[in-house]
Each structure stands twice: as structure tokens, then as C-alpha cells.
């Protein structure tokens, strides 16, 4: 049975280091532990995060820069006390290098070396037929 995972993917900057954790759906919910986790792991939290448009972030996307802000991730964001910036609509460089660590766009396909200071959960029963 294949099950599709959300793939949640935080990337530093300037190190380079990142964080990746699978869910089964995106929700607000697995945006908000990816970021708990990815911050505990990295160990603090970036002064800036560059986002896509996605919908658990982005009510609307205006003229410009200008974004509708999804109350809950604006909660994050005052919470973890960063500022968030948003690439602009179908200008994939401004993502830099996240997306090319898969080879194809957004999906998760091919070879990730795993870091060995990036703490990955077993997931039992995800491949299980029950």
C-alpha cells in the first residue's frame, strides 16, 4: 500500500543545515510541530523564515509582497518571534536551494543523505496494512 507524505522541510540559511519530517496530511497542526522541532533541533530560531505561498500560511496573495496572513501562522510567528517573508508567485529562484534537493519540485523523490544531527522518528505502522 503507498501512502503520499507531506514532507515539512526547514533550511538555514547561511550553514546550510536543515530539517525534514514527514506527515500524512498539511494542516496547520504539522506546520506548527515542524517548526517546534526543526527550531529544537537547529537549536534556536532564525531571525527571518522565507516562505512559500501555501495555504496554511497565505489567505490571499495580494499585489507585490503584499499577503493576507493566515491568523494562526501570524500566532506562530509573534510566538517564535521571526519575521516572515514570501517569495513571489511562479519566481521559483527566490526559493534558493530547498528545492533542489529533490529532483523533482515539491515531491520527495530520490536519495536525501541523512545528517546525523537531524533527529528522525521511527514511524511504526505507517506500512502496515491495518
Known amino acids: 500500500m503507498k501512502t503520499k507524505l507531506q514532507v515539512a522541510q526547514l533550511k538555514l540559511s547561511y550553514s546550510r543545515a536543515f530539517f525534514l519530517r514527514a506527515y500524512p496530511l498539511q494542516t496547520h ?4 510541530d515542524a517548526h517546534n ?3 529544537r533541533v537547529l537549536g534556536g530560531v532564525p531571525r527571518r523564515g522565507i516562505y512559500d505561498n501555501m495555504k496554511t500560511a497565505v489567505d490571499r496573495i495580494r499585489k507585490g509582497k503584499a ?7 501570524k ?3 509573534s510566538h517564535y518571534l521571526f519575521e516572515a517573508e514570501f517569495c513571489n508567485p511562479a519566481s ?3 526559493k534558493g536551494r530547498s528545492r533542489r534537493m529533490f529532483r523533482t519540485p515539491g515531491i520527495v523523490s530520490g536519495k536525501v543523505r541523512r545528517p546525523s544531527r537531524v533527529w528522525m522518528p521511527s514511524m511504526p505502522g505507517w506500512n502496515s496494512d491495518a
Open 29 to 32: 497542526e504539522m506546520l506548527f
Open 75 to 77: 500566532a506562530m510567528v
Open 92 to 94: 521559483g529562484w527566490e
Open 37 to 39: 522541532h526543526a527550531f
Open 67 to 73: 499577503r493576507d496572513i493566515n491568523t494562526r501562522f
